[in-house]
């Protein structure tokens, strides 16, 4: 089964920072990668996905990740951050090909210090 | 407007006491979700159903049980069996059960033990 760890726990970042968050999977066949965000006092919504193709995503709010298939990684980034971007941030993989049955990360909480 | 509610928003349950949360959804989707939601561990799939009257087991189904009689409800009881209760508890549906589907989450709700 495919599987994803996050190993940044908090980060604490000043507005205009320049933001990254670690994400690496564990291989198994074709992969998906998936970024999901929580804002305080909100449900969790999709902020990314890959699935094939140009490895660089972008998703909504000028956050970006990217594929690298040799370092199994897909980083979540953004160049400048806003106190708006605080935030729980997980990456998530399906446990298997095909399947919507996901696997999430333990999560990054992301504090921007206005 | 289309989503997800779970109820109640807190529950709290006395020892041995089993108890039920509520998950509704009016997106039409096919498959449903259940996951636990605790600090430092990020999000784990209790339960899952990818269409009514079929579900299947996640990492963490001991101590729960679920059922999907109709489309838009996914209830998951919570039984004394399990030992550790205390959680915030999500719920999530997508359109269907292939990967590419984006789940859309429910608000939660927080159980505590008496």
């Known amino acids: 089964a495919q599987s994803v760890s996050q190993h940044n726990h908090h980060v604490i970042l000043s507005e205009a920072a320049s933001l990254e968050l670690g994400c690496n999977y564990s291989?198994?066949?074709?992969?998906?990668l998936f970024w999901y965000v929580q804002y305080p006092g909100q449900h969790l919504q999709l902020l990314l996905k890959?699935?094939?193709?140009?490895?660089l995503v972008k998703g909504i709010k000028g956050f970006e990740a990217e594929f690298i298939k040799s370092k199994f990684s897909f980083n979540l980034r953004k160049p400048s951050v806003q106190w708006s971007d605080t935030a729980e941030y997980f990456c998530?993989?399906?446990?298997?090909?095909?399947?919507?049955?996901?696997?999430f990360g333990t999560g990054t909480r992301l504090t921007v210090i206005p | 407007d289309g989503g997800i509610t779970q109820s109640p928003k807190y529950l709290f349950r006395k020892e041995g006491q089993n108890v039920t949360l509520s998950c509704e959804q009016n997106?039409?989707?096919?498959?449903m979700y259940w996951y636990r939601q605790d600090p430092g561990q990020g999000l784990r799939l209790i339960y899952y159903?990818?269409?009514?009257?079929?579900?299947q087991k996640g990492d963490i189904a001991e101590g729960y049980s679920v059922s999907r009689e109709k489309k838009e409800s996914f209830p998951l009881t919570v039984t004394s069996a399990q030992k550790n209760p205390t959680a915030f508890y999500l719920c999530?549906?997508?359109?269907?059960?292939?990967?590419?589907?984006?789940?859309?989450f429910g608000d939660g709700t927080r159980l505590s033990i008496l």
């Open positions: 291989y198994g066949g074709t992969v998906n």
């Open positions: 997106l039409n989707h096919d498959a």
């Open positions: 999530a549906s997508s359109i269907s059960g292939d990967w590419d589907q984006p789940q859309h």
């Open positions: 159903s990818q269409i009514v009257n079929d579900f």
């Open positions: 998530a993989v399906p446990r298997k090909t095909g399947a919507n049955n996901l696997f």
């Open positions: 890959y699935f094939s193709g140009d490895p």
